[in-house]
């Protein structure tokens, strides 16, 4: 089992900045590839970003490509999503997610944090 909590939400105005924080806890924790979804209200959760177990390898959405950055610290066990530039249409609720990622892809496994409200106003 993974447990997750994230943090480091807030309102910010567009072209700000925010440093999210995902702390992970569990025996295996470190072993998962992590991954940051979001959902703003009314639509689906989306992917936006994961990071391989050991850091080597990263992927991310379009929309968030050049603007955000993922990374990890395996012997603190957290993950942190650096978003830059946002933009109002970034505003969402943002969740953790152990998982696999593969081939290039990320496969989200059943583990999610409750999740950080991010917030751009215009």
């Known amino acids: 089992q993974v447990q997750l909590v994230e943090s480091g939400g807030g309102l910010v105005q567009a072209g700000g900045s925010l440093r999210l924080s995902c702390a992970a806890s569990?025996?295996?924790?470190?072993?998962?590839?992590m991954g940051w979804f979001r959902q703003a209200p009314g639509k689906e959760r989306e992917f936006v970003a994961a990071?391989?177990?050991?850091?080597?390898?990263?992927y991310y959405a379009d929309s968030v490509k050049g603007r955000f950055t993922i990374s990890r610290d395996n012997a603190k066990n957290t993950v942190y999503l650096q978003t830059n530039s946002l933009k109002p249409e970034d505003t969402a609720v943002y969740y953790c997610?152990?998982?696999?990622?593969?081939?290039?892809?990320?496969?989200?496994?059943?583990?999610w944090g409750q999740g950080t409200q991010v917030t751009v106003s215009s």
């Open positions: 997610n152990a998982g696999l990622y593969t081939g290039g892809h990320y496969y989200p496994y059943n583990y």
């Open positions: 990071i391989r177990w050991n850091g080597d390898s990263t």
């Open positions: 569990g025996r295996t924790a470190s072993n998962y590839a």
